[in-house]
């Protein structure tokens, strides 16, 4: 993308009123002009600017320094293990675990210096590779000044379309997510929350707690996200939506059950790609579980 048409769109969302920006991607720390681009926001006078990355290159500090300076006071941060087995694997480059963790180390001695107001956050995809190991995920981030992690319930898609292989179920999953509430309650006290869960299929000891839905269910805490994606006019040239709108319209469903729950105002649904996989049987008690668990979120 050019950077006149990220100046247009810059000036247009700030005369909306909007005072929050993110650059996301594919990975947008590739692009040459990013610092420019920061720093346009903000003169313009957006007031949380927010970095999505793989943060690879961030390994640099002071690639990193020059982007705070331009701007940048928030960065989420995408990494899907701890194991560098396995995050080289599902990114397919050898060496990149190292190169996020020297990025980290980077990124949490400025949040601790002040320097990202907004927050560091890591977003990690809930795949069955880590299942099993979630405390020891959080162990490890945590020593290295992490305190704020998202999971993702994966999305079937790519190399996870129809796969049990990388996708668990809900049943699977909840007893970690429950271990893990517990155990960040009692001794880790980060900022954790859970993102792209049916409501039905969160533990029901969280279901039944208002104050731990509020904490922990990313979808709670998440700003409204007015998308803008560019791309060449030959694949439909530039599309605006809502991110919320996307995920319940395109990609997530209710189904016939839900219209019994008394959650699904406020539940987004499941993963179409999901029910590809392990079908809608699961379900079939949410309205019931709901109903037990009662708690106005």
């Known amino acids: 993308m050019k950077i006149e048409q990220v100046k247009t769109e810059i000036e247009n969302r700030r005369n909306d009123g909007i005072e929050s920006i993110g650059f996301i991607g594919g990975e947008p720390t590739l692009h040459p002009k990013l610092a420019e681009m920061i720093a346009l926001a903000r003169d313009k006078g957006f007031k949380r600017i927010a970095l999505c990355t793989n943060g690879s290159r961030l390994a640099d500090p002071a690639l990193l320094d020059r982007f705070i300076e331009a701007g940048v006071t928030r960065v989420a941060f995408s990494i899907h293990s701890h194991r560098a087995s396995i995050e080289d694997g599902i990114t397919q480059r050898k060496g990149s675990f190292d190169e996020k963790i020297r990025a980290i180390h980077n990124l949490t001695q400025a949040s601790n210096q002040g320097r990202l107001p907004d927050g560091f956050s890591l977003n990690s995809v809930l795949h069955r590779k880590i299942l ?59 900022h954790l929350t859970f993102a792209d869960f049916p409501l039905c299929r969160l533990p029901w000891q ?68 999901y029910l590809d996989i392990y079908g809608a049987k699961e379900f079939e008690d949410g309205p019931a579980l709901a109903e037990a668990c009662a708690v106005e979120i």
Request: proline content about 4%; hydrophobic content about 40%; charged content about 25%.
């Open 206 to 273: 969280v279901l039944s707690n208002a104050n731990l839905m509020q904490r922990y269910v990313g979808e709670n805490l998440d700003l409204v996200t007015e998308v803008t994606l560019y791309r060449p006019q030959n694949i439909g040239g530039t599309k605006r939506f809502n991110w919320k709108t996307q995920r319940t319209t395109y990609l997530k469903c209710l189904l016939p059950v839900c219209e019994h729950c008394s959650l699904r105002t406020k539940c987004e649904g499941v993963w179409k790609a």
């Open 132 to 190: 099993a190991h979630l405390e020891d995920f959080v162990i490890f981030f945590k020593k290295i000044g992490v305190v704020d992690i998202r999971f993702n319930f994966i999305k079937p898609e790519h190399q996870a379309v129809g796969s049990r292989k990388w996708v668990p179920s809900f049943k699977e999953t909840s007893p970690r997510v429950l271990e893990l509430i517990t155990l960040n309650e009692a001794k880790y006290g980060l």
